[in-house]
């Protein structure tokens, strides 16, 4: 095979496991802790999804730095606590705790893909508004990664759909950007990102149709289209 494109990179919330799927396990187990105890879930609740809120209020923002350390110190000034007890909760029920339904989660093709990817010598990465090392491994999928990257890391600092995390993965694994296919759930986040970048634009299972990006209903269906693209 005539490689035109030589690593394939994913972006992972949705795009490597079902979404919906794990909201239900999530809501479950939000449930439970209700049961056991209904005044610090709620509390911790309306953390997490104050947290998330600041983490949509930040994508946009290029004068913030730190983004991360941002969104949990915000968040901590809204409920007026200190930093390191909002790092815990969110660290704990967004990082932690999910982990075990993000692998029950995971789409049934992941694998499959994946090895064909090494197989044919692809170079393979993860680029991820939130950290995905722990997703990863909860995927199984680490050691098989080249590169496992979040927009929040002190080398990026800037959340999708800026060009500047795609940039640095095509510096970090030394290829040019249009030898790399992002592949991503979102097509305002993901696609513009990767579009912006040069990179090679993969929507995954949306009832949309660009000739700005590629299409794809399922995760298998990367390689065919892989193969028509450098044939």
Not at 98 to 106: A, E, T, V
Request: aromatic fraction near 12%.
């Amino acid at each position: 095979m005539s490689q035109k494109i030589k690593a394939v990179v994913f972006d992972v919330d949705g795009t490597l496991y079902n979404e919906t799927k794990l909201r239900r396990y999530v809501l479950w187990m939000i449930f439970v802790n209700f049961l056991k105890s209904p005044i610090r879930t709620y509390k911790y609740l309306k953390i997490v999804l104050s947290y998330r809120k600041f983490h949509e209020h930040l994508r946009f923002d290029a004068k913030t730095k730190n983004k991360f350390k941002a969104q949990v110190q915000i968040t901590a000034d809204k409920f007026g606590m200190n930093y390191d007890d909002v790092y815990k909760i969110i660290n704990e029920w967004i990082h932690i705790k999910p982990l075990p339904f993000i692998s029950k989660s995971k789409y049934k093709d992941l694998d499959s893909v994946i090895a064909w990817l090494k197989k044919n010598n692809f170079r393979i990465g993860l680029l991820s508004d939130y950290p995905c090392m722990r997703k990863a491994e909860a995927l199984g999928i680490k050691d098989d990664m080249d590169l496992i990257k979040c927009s929040t890391d002190e080398d990026i600092d800037f959340l999708k759909p800026s060009s500047l995390g795609f940039t640095r993965v095509a510096q970090i694994l030394n290829l040019q950007p249009q030898e790399i296919a992002y592949v991503g759930d979102r097509s305002h986040i993901d696609m513009v990102g990767a579009i912006d970048a040069n990179f090679v634009p993969v929507l995954l299972h949306k009832k949309e149709s660009s000739d700005k990006f590629y299409t794809i209903n399922t995760l298998s269906e990367l390689i065919p289209l892989i193969e028509k693209l450098n044939s």
